[in-house]
């Protein structure tokens, strides 16, 4: 069974505008963590939010918010004031335990229209 | 200079070859671990290491081998590439804090002809 669901293979938002990414997870172990990465056309892996399964509030780094509803087990990353350089995909991901090891979602291809 | 670098950057080799991938870090981290990407699959694990004397199997190792030679230093093998290993390869390494965040290396792209 899929660990981590992505289910928007690709998604539009206007500049300047709101977005969100959605990501659903299945884990029976009450410790995890959730992660989202992004993937410019560059290659690289860049590190966004985390928020563990533990965490009382909700994530936030600047314009990414993590949507962390754990009784649907859903982790929707927002990303608030789009811009263009946000244009990438991006990718859940989740730890389960302390072992460290991450399980990915298969992607949400972002593009930013001006 | 980059935490986490991998060598070679890009590699283009024929089916059946012997190729090694090797990846450095300076974060001091003692976890490490090698990713494959393929498009619309995202990243699945190859092999992971938690110190230089621990070595397991992830999700897909088939057809790979690895080698930790030193905290720093995590190598993947290809001991005879066929093409579906195709694909483009990242070493990770993560601390044992709070979140255990990943710190990813620039990639490898590998093509096998």
């Known amino acids: 069974a899929q660990k981590i669901t992505q289910t928007q293979p690709g998604m539009f938002v206007q500049e300047k505008e709101a977005v969100t990414l959605d990501c659903t997870y299945d884990?029976?172990?009450?410790?995890?963590?959730l992660f989202w990465y992004k993937q410019p056309s560059s290659g690289e892996m860049i590190f966004l939010i985390y928020?563990?399964?533990?965490?009382?509030q909700n994530a936030t780094e600047g314009r990414y918010s993590l949507n962390f509803q754990k009784a649907r087990k859903s982790a929707n990353l927002v990303i608030s004031a789009s811009q263009l350089g946000d244009s990438a995909m991006y990718f859940c991901a989740m730890r389960e335990g302390e072992a460290g090891k991450l399980i990915f979602g298969q992607g949400t291809t972002l593009q930013v229209k001006p | 200079d980059a935490d986490v670098t991998q060598t070679p950057r890009n590699r283009i080799t024929k089916t059946g070859k012997r190729i090694m991938l090797e990846c450095s870090q300076t974060k001091g981290h003692d976890r490490m671990y090698w990713y494959r990407q393929d498009p619309g699959l995202g990243l699945r694990l190859i092999y992971y290491s938690f110190d230089v004397k621990d070595i397991n199997k992830g999700e897909i190792s088939d057809g790979y081998s690895v080698s930790r030679q030193a905290q720093a230093k995590f190598s993947l093998s290809l001991e005879s590439a066929i093409p579906n290993q195709t694909a483009l390869y990242f070493c990770a390494t993560s601390d044992t804090g709070r979140t255990h965040e990943q710190f990813f290396g620039p990639g490898t792209r590998l093509t096998v002809l």
């Open positions: 928020q563990g399964s533990y965490d009382q």
């Open positions: 884990t029976s172990d009450p410790s995890y963590g």
